[in-house]
């Protein structure tokens, strides 16, 4: 059957697996800076005392381009081909995973420290944005208020008018912590989601970050809408934050995907670790080794995420007529032999490393284990300038020293 077909090229894929690309439904790309910054902290006083800070002296554009090309390049080692991320300078996110040769949803962290400003010159700058992205192909635009503890509820409000206006997705931060559980209650006397359903986000389609401490009544609300929940294990693990809520988002038809999270709390970004570290955790949490089974897994990292961010016409399976955003994984080696199930080993065995080759848009991204857009030894060096300035502006050795 191959030679009915031509092809300008054709690669050698014998002894390997052949995958659709990953997708990370949640990250902070230049947060790769900050990789085992501030460890071992609770999350309240990692942002307020040690992240926020740093931002406040740090973030540039410059240094956004620099550290975003810095995470887009771990991703597309790892065989992610999209993220959906939140941040700043995001014109720069958009050169740099450009760069780079991935895809990216990207949106402004609206963090509204000036209560005074217009919620209209908010959207005025994601338009803006979404103009200026419209040079850039592989990059969408999202609408990202960071989180209801950060936001008055006019502009969240505004928000949920905007998305629904102009048909765009909303991305936010969502019941991370159990004291913003509690402080939701004692501040607005609703839970988190809805307080936002409230405030017509459930009308419009939504990604929500985290979403550990929602509950059984929340995720039944939102079983009902377009929305999802990108699960972040790992940080919500080293941040002790909580479990998302797994089984009862499968009992209520939620749709989930899986996130890395910024760097700075995982500390990887690395979505196989992630899947692996997820279903072993979810079956310890309901006592049940069947649930979550690899096959079912592999799926939010691929087509469940392509649903999670409204992609699954043209990514998360390999189909016809759909984008050629592929991984090749090598499975020649000691830690993939013997191959009897390739969802399990992929889930249970293998690892990123192993990721040969990688194509965003049929175009390789990643060749022979080699970025074909970057320099990674020229990556490593501007990170380890930054590392320089970064402990000199905040003092902050007693968190870097072994």
Same mark, same amino acid.
């Given at each position: ?24 439904? *949640? ?6 800076? %900050? ?10 006083? /990692? ?10 002296? =740090? ?9 975003? &090309? !810095?995470?887009?390049?771990? =991703? ?9 991320? =939140?941040? $700043? ?43 200026? +992205? ?27 008018? $905007?998305?629904?206006?102009?048909? /765009? ?31 017509? /986000? ?7 970050? !985290?979403?550990? /401490? ?17 699960? +972040?294990?790992?940080?919500? &693990?080293?941040?002790?934050?909580? %479990?998302?809520?797994?089984?009862? =988002? ?20 690395? &979505? ?9 955790? *979810? ?7 069947? %649930? ?7 799926? *939010? ?51 990123? !490393? ?16 080699? &970025? ?31």
């Amino acid at each position: 059957m191959i030679r009915d077909y031509r092809a300008d090229c054709v690669q050698d894929a014998r002894n390997c697996l052949v995958i659709p690309a990953l997708i990370n439904a *949640h990250s902070h790309l230049p947060m790769t800076y %900050f990789r085992g910054l501030a460890d071992d902290l609770p999350l309240d006083k /990692w942002l307020g005392e040690y992240i926020w800070p740093l931002e406040a002296k =740090m973030v540039t554009g410059d240094f956004v381009y620099d550290a975003a &090309l !810095h995470g887009a390049a771990e =991703m597309l080692k790892n065989g992610i081909c999209l993220t959906n991320d =939140m941040y $700043f300078h995001c014109d720069k996110i958009a050169e740099a995973v450009t760069k780079a040769g991935m895809r990216a949803i990207v949106s402004y962290a609206i963090i509204e420290r000036d209560p005074n400003t217009p919620h209209k010159s908010y959207e005025a700058n994601m338009l803006a944005l979404d103009e200026y +992205c419209r040079d850039y192909p592989l990059v969408d635009c999202s609408f990202a208020p960071h989180a209801i503890y950060t936001c008055s509820k006019d502009l969240l409000k505004s928000a949920a008018d $905007f998305a629904l206006k102009h048909d /765009w997705l909303l991305h936010t931060h969502l019941s991370e912590t159990r004291g913003e559980l509690e402080n939701c209650l004692k501040e607005h006397g609703k839970r988190p989601l809805d307080y936002l359903a409230d405030l017509g /986000w459930l009308e419009a389609k939504c990604l929500f970050a !985290h979403g550990v /401490w929602l509950s059984n009544e929340e995720l039944k609300r939102l079983g009902k809408s377009r929305s999802a929940i990108a699960v +972040c294990t790992d940080s919500n &693990l080293k941040l002790a934050s909580g %479990f998302a809520p797994l089984k009862a =988002m499968r009992e209520q038809g939620v749709c989930y995907a899986l996130g890395s999270d910024g760097v700075a709390s995982n500390n990887n970004l690395d &979505l196989l670790e992630e899947l692996s570290t997820t279903s072993k955790l *979810h079956k310890a949490l309901n006592a049940d080794p069947e %649930f979550l089974p690899a096959r079912e897994a592999f799926a *939010h990292v691929s087509i469940e995420a392509a649903k999670a961010l409204g992609k699954a016409d043209s990514l998360g399976s390999l189909e016809k007529g759909k984008a050629a955003d592929i991984c090749i994984i090598d499975t020649t080696n000691l830690q993939s032999s013997p191959l009897y199930n390739p969802y399990s080993q992929l889930l249970y065995a293998m690892g990123s !490393h192993q990721m040969r080759d990688v194509m965003v848009a049929g175009t390789y991204a990643v060749q022979d284990y080699r &970025l074909t857009n970057l320099d990674e030894a020229e990556l490593v060096d501007t990170a380890n300038r930054y590392k320089s300035k970064i402990l000199r502006e905040l003092n902050i050795e007693k968190h870097t020293k072994p």
